[in-house]
């Protein structure tokens, strides 16, 4: 079976500046999707990123990026030019591409607090 | 357009009762999942929907526990005899198709069972 881990409960930063989430996984699956999802205290969990594991480029959207390392099974998260906002829950998800189900496995996530 | 939505926001009931959840998905999308999340359990995932074929209850804690999803859109959970062990939010999610294609979530329903 697979499993998420994010070994940092909780993690600040300062605005304005770079901060790294950590997520390992494991599996026994060549091919699956990586995302990461962001929950405020509104609950709504918004999809900040997503990688394709066959992709060997690392995703971006603006702020956001990843740094994938199939082979060591690592998936951290950076987020750049930190902003109030950006304070949430972090989850980390894994779906495997196999199957029909496609349900996420998720992380016990990581929560991030924006010092201004 | 719009999310997905859930209702109620928030629900209190007692030990004992049974309560159901409503989940509406985005418009087009073909599978919808239910996924709970607690304190102690953290994100797990409870039931999957493709279109109008037989669920995949494979998540559901016991059998008190179930669900259904009328006409491929609108999906209920509904849990019988409930315990404060099921007190938790209930997320439900969906997507365009259940493999590839990234999943939205709603709002989520936040359970408390006395």
């Known amino acids: 079976a697979q499993t998420v881990t994010q070994s940092q409960p909780e993690m600040s930063v300062q605005e304005a500046e770079t901060v790294t989430l950590s997520c390992t996984y494991d599996?026994?699956?060549?091919?699956?999707?990586l995302f990461w999802y962001k929950q405020p205290p509104s609950r709504q969990m918004i999809l900040v990123i997503r990688?394709?594991?066959?992709?060997?480029q690392n995703a971006t959207e603006n702020r956001f990026s990843v740094n994938f390392q199939k082979a060591a099974k690592s998936f951290s998260l950076k987020i750049s030019d930190s902003q109030l906002g950006d304070a949430a829950m972090y989850f980390c998800?894994?779906?495997?591409?196999?199957?029909?189900?496609?349900?996420?496995?998720f992380g016990k996530g990581t929560k991030l607090s924006v010092k201004p | 357009g719009a999310g997905v939505s859930q209702s109620p926001s928030n629900k209190v009931t007692e030990k004992g009762k049974d309560v159901e959840l409503r989940c509406d998905p985005i418009?087009?999308?073909?599978?919808l999942y239910w996924y709970r999340q607690s304190l102690g359990q953290g994100l797990e995932f409870l039931i999957y929907?493709?279109?109008?074929?037989?669920?995949?209850k494979s998540g559901l804690p016991s059998d008190r526990f179930s669900a259904e999803r009328t006409g491929g859109s609108v999906s209920t959970l509904t849990i019988q005899r409930t315990q404060q062990e099921d007190s938790a939010v209930y997320l439900c999610?969906?997507?365009?198709?259940?493999?590839?294609?990234?999943?939205?979530f709603g709002p989520g329903t936040r359970l408390t069972v006395l």
């Open positions: 990688q394709e594991a066959y992709k060997q």
């Open positions: 999610a969906s997507s365009l198709r259940p493999t590839t294609d990234t999943q939205y």
């Open positions: 929907f493709q279109g109008n074929s037989a669920p995949d």
């Open positions: 998800a894994y779906r495997s591409a196999w199957g029909s189900q496609g349900n996420l496995i």
């Open positions: 418009s087009g999308h073909t599978a």
């Open positions: 599996t026994s699956e060549s091919d699956y999707y």
